[in-house]
């Protein structure tokens, strides 16, 4: 080409937990039966939509505005809905104009990131979600910025590694955290919320929290949502239906905005985020109008509870599981879907492998392991040798070698045999027989 058309940010456009469905469609083909544990759809892993959700879904479709646009910055009932839930957690007080909707918080974080000063950069935890850490990096031209989660503290922030980076990086506009984590389900009390908001109001920096998975707490476990934390310090919560409803096909997911008019410059990059969403139009609206009917319908807050309870139940069980294999470490999760295994020692990078019971598929595998992380290697070694198809560690930003599996599966028998047979493939690999 005349001129080089690639943005500088292009390399850093990973998504590990799509990228390996190549590959293991291709050892499909060779006659592998696929186990998908890569990717957080419920509904994909048999979760069925609730009876009642649907009705009330069945009904929208049934009203004409539901077909046309809305607002850009979302369906005004719905915002001021929200912005009414917000107030009534008594922290921060927001107005429906701090609420914006987008076709999902993928679209969300990708507006956030594309709209955000090149030199401006938000620290984000390590492991890391990857649409969030390849879209900071993207952003900037350079590796994502990161924080230490502590394996050895319950996936817990390392403060004082977020308090030197904070101070030694003047670049750094902004702290990201996930509540409760993805990938690995850790759940933060409020005391760590309440630092990490101290840390950012010492710097004069925003605080964006990802609560996608705020309706998944664990029975028993605490955490408080970043508006009844964030005091005056400007800040961003990302909220989701995906998970909870759970209706990730809706593409619909929305931030609260808190602290606008705190500080122009966090105002005005806010405002320059509503003019792109002007630019797009709208966000889908069907999704948003079904919000506050299913929210305040008097079966949701069951509805929550029995799904945490469930995945709590689940984590229980693979975790009782996936300790017996010697080598590796397993925290419990205290909400979300997913469980993140983390090898007790490096991994191989190259030699042998154990062997897989098809020559084809062994050839394919060991055809594209050359080169790629430890963690990689072992977890295309499991795809060909299993069918598991879980994402490497590596692929979350993170050098702990290790990988994250799902607890979605619906079916209680094929779940609890997958977790047994992972736990048998990690001790034979780590024999290497
Ligand atoms: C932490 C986190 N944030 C955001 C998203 C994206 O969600 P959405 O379906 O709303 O785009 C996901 C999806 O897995 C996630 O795990």
């Known amino acids: 080409m005349r001129r080089d058309i690639v943005h500088i940010g292009a390399g850093q456009l990973r998504y590990e937990i799509r990228e390996i469905v190549k590959t293991a469609d291709a050892l499909e083909e060779l006659g592998v039966e696929i186990i998908w544990e890569n990717i957080g759809d419920p509904i994909q892993k048999g979760e069925p939509m609730a009876g009642w959700i649907k009705d009330i879904v069945v009904e929208l479709v049934q009203n004409n505005p539901s077909y046309g646009y809305t607002a850009s910055a979302g369906d005004p009932e719905t915002r001021a809905f929200l912005a009414a839930e917000v107030n009534a957690r008594g922290g921060a007080q927001i107005s429906p104009d701090d609420i914006f909707f987008f076709n999902g918080l993928g679209d969300a974080v990708s507006t956030l990131f594309t709209h955000l000063r090149k030199e401006a950069r938000v620290l984000g935890p390590s492991p890391a979600y990857s649409t969030l850490s390849s879209a900071e990096a993207s952003h900037s031209g350079y590796e994502h910025l990161t924080y230490r989660l502590d394996p050895a503290m319950g996936w817990q922030p390392d403060l004082d590694d977020i308090r030197l980076k904070v101070h030694y990086n003047d670049s750094v506009a902004g702290i990201l955290l996930i509540n409760p984590d993805n990938p690995t389900g850790a759940v933060y009390p409020q005391a760590t919320l309440e630092a990490i908001v101290d840390i950012a109001g010492e710097h004069d920096l925003f605080v964006l929290c ?199 599966e619906n079916d209680d028998e094929k779940r609890r045999l997958t977790f047994e047979m992972l736990a048998r493939a990690i001790q034979t690999y780590l024999k290497g027989d």
């Open 210 to 408: 990802d609560e996608t998975y705020a309706s998944i707490v664990y029975p028993g476990i605490h955490t408080v949502a970043l508006s009844e934390v964030i005091g005056d310090v400007p800040g961003i919560a990302l909220r989701s239906i995906s998970k909870e409803f759970p209706w990730p096909g809706a593409r619909c997911g929305w931030m609260e905005v808190f602290n606008q008019d705190r500080d122009p410059i966090f105002k005005r990059y806010i405002s320059s985020l509503l003019d792109a969403k002007r630019l797009e139009v709208c966000s889908t609206t069907l999704p948003q109008m079904a919000i506050p009917r299913i929210f305040a319908d008097p079966r949701y807050p069951g509805h929550l509870e029995r799904r945490a309870s469930m995945f709590e139940r689940r984590a229980e069980e693979a975790v009782g599981i996936l300790s017996e294999a010697q080598g590796v470490t397993v925290v419990k999760p205290g909400g979300a879907f997913y469980l993140t295994v983390v090898f007790d020692a490096q991994l191989p990078s190259d030699g042998p492998m154990p062997p897989m019971a098809n020559p084809a598929v062994e050839e394919k595998v060991k055809s594209i392991v050359s080169g790629v992380a430890p963690d990689k290697r072992f977890v295309y070694w499991l795809l060909g040798s299993t069918g598991i198809c879980t994402v490497p560690l590596s692929g979350f930003c993170s050098d702990l070698p290790g990988f994250r599996v799902t607890l979605l």
